[in-house]
Nanobody, 113 residues
Framework: QVQLVETGGGLVQPGGSLRLSCAAS????????AGWYRQAPGEQRKLVAI?????SPKYAESVKDRFTISRDKNTVSLQMNSLKPEDTAVYYC?????????WGQGTQVTVSS
């Protein structure tokens, strides 16, 4: 089993930066595909970025060149730069494998002046 706890959300002005962190517990995490998803009001949850157990990242087109995902043994992080109002959403940490999937509780990111 994997438990995921996100921290780092908040209010930031357009053009600003935030760093989200997700602390993971459980033996499965190190071999999991880990990632960040987001859900804006009235919209479906969407992929933001994922990273393999070996550290290979992939990004949604909308955040490429602005966001950076990274991981170590017990954490997956998302560095968000040049934030835009359309980045406003609840951000969720995710870890999954062949036959399992776990989610964090979510953290709110609001980009507004």
């Amino acid at each position: 089993q994997v438990q995921l706890v996100e921290t780092g959300g908040g209010l930031v002005q357009p053009g600003g930066s935030l760093r989200l962190s997700c602390a993971a517990s459980g033996s499965l995490f190190s071999s999991s595909l880990a990632g960040w998803y987001r859900q804006a009001p009235g919209e479906q949850r969407k992929l933001v970025a994922i990273i393999t157990s070996r550290g290979s990242p992939k990004y949604a087109e909308s955040v490429k060149d602005r966001f950076t995902i990274s991981r170590d043994k017990n954490t997956v992080s998302l560095q968000m730069n040049s934030l835009k109002p359309e980045d406003t959403a609840v951000y969720y940490c995710n870890a999954h494998g062949f036959d399992y999937e776990y989610w964090g509780q979510g953290t709110q990111v609001t980009v507004s002046s």
